[in-house]
């Protein structure tokens, strides 16, 4: 099976040929649009992040301090290996408490910063500490990130600076259920395949969005008028994780609907 595969912001890579692992593995996220309030997550954290070694200035940090990215990504990190080590993660759970972990983050201006080109849009890698990856991005006014599936992966965005649009979908069949691509596959190469709209949002600073393996996995991400600067939080749960650019009618099947027909970007 051959896929174009895409970066996280938009960049293209060569095609390139997939094991069948991947197609029977692959699963789509969930996005849900998080708040910085969220309830109930302050306890997970704490106890997911209290049995740490004594003295650790970076894991042993206060709940009310602000964490900076060493802190952030040694708290996350043990997280991501508890979530991995079960037999049925719960995403929900650990998303929000990355989530809250995040709200908390004390973000640095990148040592290296890539410049905003023509294509509207940066990427900047803060920390890769599988299953963990960290990455800050900037966008231009009006800049897009294309369309795009995370498989094998779940992931966070923060919005820091500006506002953004965030428009997540799921591949649903043509009575528009929703598939379960880690039992169903993916859709296959060269044939059209329809996707359902399930979240449609504007994120604000510090706003969150969250987005889970099995659900609303496919996202388009659009700058507003003023730009925005995002932290990208994602957890790798295979080392084949990756994404695809996938094009689509922006014309829904039905008018007023939410459903769209797609293809894999050639």
């Known amino acids: 099976m051959q896929f174009r595969r895409i970066d996280s912001w938009g960049g293209e890579w060569a095609d390139e ?3 069948d692992a991947l197609a029977t593995g692959v699963s789509l996220t969930r996005r849900r649009v998080l708040r910085t309030g969220i309830v109930g997550v ?8 209290g049995a740490v ?5 970076i894991e042993d940090a206060p709940e009310a ?3 900076p990215l060493e802190a952030f990504v040694a708290r996350t990190r043990r997280l991501a290996r508890a979530l991995l080590a079960e037999d049925d993660p719960d995403e929900d759970a650990y998303l929000a408490a990355v989530a809250e972990l995040l709200r908390r983050h004390a973000p640095e201006r990148p040592w290296r910063m890539n410049p905003v080109g023509e294509s509207g849009r940066a990427m900047n890698m803060l920390a890769w500490m599988p299953p963990v990856i960290v990455y800050d991005i900037r966008m231009s006014a009006g800049a897009r990130i294309d369309l795009h599936d995370h498989r094998h992966y779940n992931g966070i965005i923060q919005c820091r600076e500006g ?9 649903v069949d043509d009575a528009g259920r929703r598939l379960d691509t880690r039992v169903e596959g993916v859709p296959p190469e060269g044939a059209d395949f329809h996707i359902r709209r399930t979240v449609d949002t504007t994120l604000r600073p510090s706003d969150v969005a969250a987005l889970q393996r099995d659900r609303d996995n ?4 659009v700058a507003g008028p003023e730009g925005c600067v995002l932290t990208d939080v ?3 749960f295979r080392p084949e994780a990756r994404s695809y650019g996938i094009e689509w009618d922006r014309q829904p099947l039905r008018a007023g609907g939410d459903v769209f027909r797609a293809s894999w970007a050639s």
């Open 234 to 236: 994602f957890t790798h």
């Open 218 to 221: 496919i996202h388009e991400v």
């Open 17 to 19: 040929t997939l094991d």
């Open 53 to 57: 070694r004594r003295g650790n200035p």
């Open 65 to 67: 301090d602000a964490l």
């Open 42 to 49: 302050t306890a997970l954290v704490s106890g997911a992040c």
């Open 163 to 171: 506002s953004l649009r965030c428009s997540n979908f799921d591949f």
